[in-house]
Every structure is written in C-alpha cells, then in structure tokens.
C-alpha cells in the first residue's frame, strides 16, 4: 500500500476514484478481467474502473505505450495485479496466443470485456471493400475471435463467468453516414444475443453495451465524411447541447459496463439519445 501511496505522490498518475471503488468491490474483488482497447477513451477507463473494484486486470490493445500507461493506472487505482498486453484482436492466431498466455500465467478470465474498436464513416457508395474489410474485421472479427477464445475456456472450466461487448447505439440507429460502422456494430449487437442464449445454461452472462455519443479518440478524430460541413457543425452542436463541452464521459459509460455485469443485462443503451434512438428502433426505423 506505502508502494502505491509513494508513486502515487510522486507520479500523480492516479485517476479520481470513480463510483467502483466502494459499490462492486464485493462482485469483482480479485476476479480476473480482461479487458480490449484498453489504450484509450472507454477501454482504459472500464480498466480502472474494475481496478478500483479490486480486480485483478490485464489490459489488451494494439497500442503498446498507451495500454502499458493503463496497466500502470490500473495498479495504481487499485487492481492487486495488472497488465499489459499488446495484441491487435482482428488477428485469430494472436488472439488464440492470448488466450494460451493468459490462462496459463493468470488464470482463467472471469469477465471480458471485447471493446477495441475503429471508426468509419462514408457514405455506401464512397465506402472501397477495403474500408469494409477495415472495419468489419476489428469490430466484428475482434470480438467474434475474443468470445470464442475467452468464451471456450470460460466454458470449459464451467464455474461461469461475463463477456461484455462494446456495441454502439448506432447497430439500431440507421444513419447515411456510417453504414460500415453501424453494420459491424449491428452485427455485435446480435452476436452478443445470440451467445446469450448459448451461454445461459452455463452460468456465463452476456451484454451488449450501447454508447451514444461519448468523448473519446474515435469521436474526436472522427471525420463526418458523407455529411455536408453544415450537418457535421449542426451533429456537434448537438452533443454538446446534450452533454456540454466534455461531452459524456468514457467514465460513465464504464459504470454502465460494471452494472451490466453486476446484474446481468442483456443490452444496455448508455447515453440519453442512445435510450431515445432504441426506443424508437422498436416502433420504425429512422434515418
Ligand atoms: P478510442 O479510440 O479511445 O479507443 C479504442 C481503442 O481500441 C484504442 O485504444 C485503439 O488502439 C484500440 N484498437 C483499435 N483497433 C484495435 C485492434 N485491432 N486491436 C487492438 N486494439 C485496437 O475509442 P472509444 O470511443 O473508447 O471506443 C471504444 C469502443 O466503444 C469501440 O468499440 C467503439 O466503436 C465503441 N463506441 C464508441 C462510441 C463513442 O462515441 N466514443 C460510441 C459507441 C460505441
């Protein structure tokens, strides 16, 4: 603990402690949870999130600097044993290696959370089958192979367990803009229930989480493309109606992740527009 205290003072690295540290540490105090696209925006801060709560966290992503950066929070903000791990999840055999690597060091993994995930936007027409192969093989292929690899070892030591898969309110809010993005994510978002329904008789829980609009890399980096100039001030105008300047933060979102688990929800729209847009999904599709 003097440890911790000591770089903490030193380094100033430690994030504010958020709502986990008190109200899951019963739930995920020394479970093992792994973490995808943990460098940044909604990984990293699910990361801390369940550090604070106690868990034990190994950090994925493909960016080595930032996920070694999380790993460090991570044990700062109270994780008992984190680490890093530099893998790209759109590749099988990597994702396999991780999976060997994991269970043999650290164990099995009692929660994943499959969230590495890229931005695309474009009209249909101006979308090359490169920029589908792009993107459907990080945000589909990333998680199709962390289900199966986490998924069969979870089910094979038959004690339960959660996945979480970072969907977007965008798999049920069609828009012109993304239909790369929006497909992969819808895919996710019926992937996740039908393995839902696979693993019920297992004891193994899993939830789609449904982000609206949330400040992060993907959002601020994001090129509108297939919308005019005029619709991309008239959408970021909106957000920060919404949430304000900050925009809503992955810190919030990673909470909704940790009640998901903690209470087994099947799909979870975070955000006040992401609650609108499924509610309206389930009356007729807008655009
Ligand atoms: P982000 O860019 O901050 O984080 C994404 C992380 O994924 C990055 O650290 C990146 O390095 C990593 N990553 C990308 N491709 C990878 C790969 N092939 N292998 C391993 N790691 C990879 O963005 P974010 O907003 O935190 O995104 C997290 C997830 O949330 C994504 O799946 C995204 O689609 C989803 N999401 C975001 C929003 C939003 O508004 N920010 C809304 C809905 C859904």
Same mark, same amino acid.
């Given at each position: 603990v003097w440890i911790r205290e000591f770089v903490t003072a030193v380094d100033?690295? &430690?994030p504010a402690p958020s709502v986990a540290s008190g109200r899951y540490a019963e739930q995920f105090g020394g479970r093992l949870v792994l973490v995808t696209g943990?460098?940044?925006g909604i990984g990293r801060a699910t990361a801390i999130a369940f550090a604070e709560a106690g868990a034990r966290v190994v950090a994925v992503d493909r960016d080595a600097e930032g996920v070694t950066r999380t790993a460090e929070s991570a044990w700062l903000s109270g994780a008992p044993q984190a680490w890093a791990e530099t893998v790209d999840v759109s590749d099988e055999q990597a994702m396999e290696k991780l999976a060997e690597k994991v269970a043999a060091?650290?164990? /099995? /993994?009692?929660v994943l959370v499959n969230n590495a995930g890229i931005g695309f936007s474009g009209s249909f027409l101006d979308t090359t089958t490169e920029d589908w192969r792009k993107v459907l093989d990080v945000n589909l292929w990333g998680v199709i192979h962390g289900c199966r690899v986490f998924g069969r070892q979870m089910a094979e030591r038959g004690q339960g367990g959660h996945i979480v898969n970072t969907a977007s309110a965008a798999a049920y809010q069609p828009s012109r803009a993304l239909p790369a993005y929006s497909t992969s994510k819808a895919a996710v978002l019926m992937l996740s229930q039908c393995l839902r329904a696979e693993f019920a008789g297992r004891g193994i829980g899993v939830s789609a989480i449904c982000p609206g609009f949330v400040h992060t890399n993907i959002t601020s980096t994001a090129r509108f493309a297939g919308v005019s100039h005029e619709e991309e001030k008239r959408l970021r105008k909106k957000v920060t109606r919404l949430?304000? &300047? &900050?925009?809503?933060?992955?810190e919030k979102v990673a909470e909704a992740i940790l009640r998901a688990v903690a209470r087994d929800q099947a799909v979870v729209p975070v955000t006040p527009e992401a609650r609108g847009a499924l509610l309206m999904s389930r009356f007729t599709p807008r655009v």
């Amino acid at each position: 603990v003097w440890i911790r205290e000591f770089v903490t003072a030193v380094d100033g690295g &430690r994030p504010a402690p958020s709502v986990a540290s008190g109200r899951y540490a019963e739930q995920f105090g020394g479970r093992l949870v792994l973490v995808t696209g943990a460098a940044s925006g909604i990984g990293r801060a699910t990361a801390i999130a369940f550090a604070e709560a106690g868990a034990r966290v190994v950090a994925v992503d493909r960016d080595a600097e930032g996920v070694t950066r999380t790993a460090e929070s991570a044990w700062l903000s109270g994780a008992p044993q984190a680490w890093a791990e530099t893998v790209d999840v759109s590749d099988e055999q990597a994702m396999e290696k991780l999976a060997e690597k994991v269970a043999a060091e650290y164990g /099995v /993994v009692d929660v994943l959370v499959n969230n590495a995930g890229i931005g695309f936007s474009g009209s249909f027409l101006d979308t090359t089958t490169e920029d589908w192969r792009k993107v459907l093989d990080v945000n589909l292929w990333g998680v199709i192979h962390g289900c199966r690899v986490f998924g069969r070892q979870m089910a094979e030591r038959g004690q339960g367990g959660h996945i979480v898969n970072t969907a977007s309110a965008a798999a049920y809010q069609p828009s012109r803009a993304l239909p790369a993005y929006s497909t992969s994510k819808a895919a996710v978002l019926m992937l996740s229930q039908c393995l839902r329904a696979e693993f019920a008789g297992r004891g193994i829980g899993v939830s789609a989480i449904c982000p609206g609009f949330v400040h992060t890399n993907i959002t601020s980096t994001a090129r509108f493309a297939g919308v005019s100039h005029e619709e991309e001030k008239r959408l970021r105008k909106k957000v920060t109606r919404l949430y304000g &300047r &900050r925009g809503y933060p992955p810190e919030k979102v990673a909470e909704a992740i940790l009640r998901a688990v903690a209470r087994d929800q099947a799909v979870v729209p975070v955000t006040p527009e992401a609650r609108g847009a499924l509610l309206m999904s389930r009356f007729t599709p807008r655009v």
